[in-house]
């Protein structure tokens, strides 16, 4: 009977072995190319948006990856060490983009070694060299795209530091290629941003730099406002600047134009600085005391958006100095506005890697009680603000003034965000032909409470460089712009596409224990110095106290409080180490329970489980 156990047991190993085998082979053929995403944050995953835009390639695209392998096996350069750590993450990326692709997306890994035709392919290409090879040779982490219709786009450089927009810029990179016009913007605006005859000054004055950047990247084309009744079919984005009392028709053309699924880029304003309204020549009240507000009521309340064109934003966390005289200092003024990278969202395309945005006498946003849509902010204030009349800002000498009754809200404000949502018409009166009284499909609406944002003042410096004129930019708000118009030009999947999380994973442990070490380490060196400052006190009284003549001899005083005080820093610096000791023993404690949970336990419990299995199989067929 014993013998009869061990060859059954025998069997019943050889049998599951050779099931195992069975199933792998079976697998490989029945699930090839069938992936499972395990990370937290589905790392692996293609958005939604990524999916439907590969889903609607009509020709196939080809990708050139250019990483420099073994330029960067070996270096002991920090830059070098992030490129390769960030390159599996780069590369698996492409891999799942080309597996989804059902074969329109085609992917070549190509590494680049120094002094090679490959090399001199990637430089062609537009790829970005960084002289961080062992023999400062150029290191590569780019990617070239191409049609075939020889259309060609590129990432010179993949930044480790734009990880969570990877995908969105290999998706962008994807759709330029898949389209072969550039994008059609309307633009309509209430201020004098384009080139025009200035009536103040009976010249002809120059457009705003934001529209002559606008100009270089897209086919843009003005509308006029008074007679607006429609918005042509190819005209992928308006960008709506300052309205002022638009009239039925044209907010009725806009409304129509978002439930068709076009894409609208609005700036609206509580006092807009640069709004000319009311000016004459012989009466310079005028201009002061015009209505410089714009509102875009009716198609908000539609969409579920609340906005007051009469209140303005205070926030003294990041309210920015101005000279208000030639010779006083400067003071802080906190309805003039300076936000930096930390302050914009860095999960939206438009304001992530910005490093710096001014906006001045901005309104807010809120959304309706009852609406079903969803704002999702850019920039927000601090909590450190509230909310005042815009007339307050009117007729301001001292912006000082501001923060003498300053009552913080404690909650942020809206300042810029985008609406998401499956909108509903703002006229459901009319019975125009082709009307739509509410959108087929979810849309986006990016709206801004300032036009101020957009003037040169608070970001750029125009100069005039033998006729050419020069751009200096002080602040991102030109960027920010061109990012908006360039994300909603897109394919509305393209909009759909998040931020992605980092695949970096910090130990969020040990950094604690850092911390914690560290604010021990600040309380001991903050009670050594204070004990040091009363010693000097202490030994600088005792000597005031003593004769001219015994002014260089230690009194017994003197010498015993410098021993004490000796004898304390030796003691506090033995404390120093003893946290420092500390520190390192429960790093390496965590570091030895972890390897310990790794590589024996859970193993050792699979063995276990495994055993468990087979002796529950021996016994049930020995029974």
Do not use: C
């Amino acid at each position: 009977m014993a013998f009869n156990r061990k060859t059954l047991t025998g069997s019943a190993l050889l049998i599951l072995a050779l099931l195992f085998v069975a199933v792998v082979l079976v697998s490989n053929v029945l699930f090839r190319g069938a992936r499972m995403d395990l990370t937290e944050n589905n790392l692996y995953t293609l958005s939604d948006g990524t999916r439907s835009l590969l889903g609607k390639l009509d020709e196939p695209v080809q990708l050139t990856l250019y990483f420099s392998d073994r330029s960067t096996a070996d270096t002991d350069n920090p830059s070098a060490r992030a490129l390769r750590a960030y390159y599996p993450r780069v590369r698996e990326l492409l891999e799942e983009i080309a597996a989804r692709s059902d074969g329109k997306v085609r992917l070549t890994v190509v590494d680049p070694v120094a002094y090679s035709e490959d090399e001199d392919a990637a430089v062609a290409a537009g790829i970005q060299g960084l002289p961080f090879g062992p023999a400062g040779e150029n290191v590569f982490l780019g990617v070239y795209g191409s049609n075939s219709t020889n259309g060609e786009e590129k990432i010179p450089l993949f930044d480790p530091g734009r990880e969570n927009l990877a995908e969105y810029d290999i998706a962008k990179l994807i759709h330029e290629l898949s389209t072969d016009k550039k994008p059609a913007v309307g633009f309509i605006t209430g201020l004098p941003m384009t080139m025009g005859f200035d009536q103040a000054t009976r010249q002809m004055r120059e457009p705003w730099a934001v529209y002559g950047e606008l100009a270089q990247f897209f086919d843009v084309r003005q509308m006029n406002a008074t007679a607006l009744k429609t918005i042509e079919s190819d005209i992928n984005v308006v960008v709506l600047v300052h309205p002022k009392d638009l009239g039925d028709d044209a907010l009725y053309a806009l409304d129509q134009f978002v439930l068709r699924g076009g894409h609208l880029l609005v700036f609206v304003d509580p006092n807009a600085e640069q709004d000319a309204s009311g000016a004459d020549p012989e009466n310079p009240q005028a201009a002061l005391l015009a209505d410089k507000s714009s509102d875009l009521s009716k198609l908000f309340k539609a969409w579920g958006l609340e906005y007051a064109r009469d209140k303005v934003v205070l926030d003294r966390a990041h309210a920015l100095q101005i000279s208000v005289a030639p010779n006083a200092p400067p003071v802080r003024h906190p309805g003039i506005l300076g936000f930096a990278r930390k302050d914009l969202s860095s999960d939206d395309v438009i304001t992530a890697n910005l490093e710096s945005i001014n906006m001045s006498t901005v309104g807010y946003f809120e959304l309706s009680k009852d609406t079903q849509s969803k704002l999702i902010p850019l920039i927000q204030s601090s909590e450190q603000s509230m909310s005042v009349p815009a007339e307050r800002l009117k007729f301001l000498a001292d912006p000082s003034v501001l923060l003498t009754d300053f009552k913080s809200s404690g909650q942020p404000f809206v300042l810029a965000a985008r609406l998401e949502g499956q909108f509903k018409t703002a006229f459901p009166e009319r019975k125009d032909a082709g009307h739509l009284a509410q959108a087929k499909e979810k849309n986006a609406v990016v709206v801004f409470a300032d036009t101020d944002i957009l003037s040169d003042r608070l970001w750029a410096q125009v100069q005039d460089f033998f006729g050419q004129k020069v751009l200096n930019a002080f602040a991102d708000n030109g960027n920010l712009v061109i990012n908006a118009v360039d994300n909603l030009a897109g394919d509305s999947d393209l909009i759909s596409i998040r931020g992605r999380a980092s695949s970096q994973r910090p130990f969020t442990k040990v950094a604690e224990l850092k911390r914690q070490a560290e604010d021990k380490l600040r309380q001991s060196e903050k009670d050594l110095q204070q004990k040091l400052s009363d010693t000097e006190r202490k030994l600088t009284e005792l000597q005031s106290a003593k004769s001219t003549d015994q002014a260089m001899v230690l009194s017994p005083e003197q010498k015993a409080e410098l021993e004490s005080f000796l004898k304390q820093k030796i003691e506090i610096r033995k404390q120093l180490r003893e946290v420092r000791r500390e520190l390192d023993a429960d790093i390496e404690a965590l570091g030895t329970r972890l390897k310990f949970i790794n590589i024996l336990l859970v193993p050792l419990l699979l063995i276990v489980a495994a055993l468990g299995f087979v002796g529950w199989k021996s016994r049930r067929a020995a029974r």
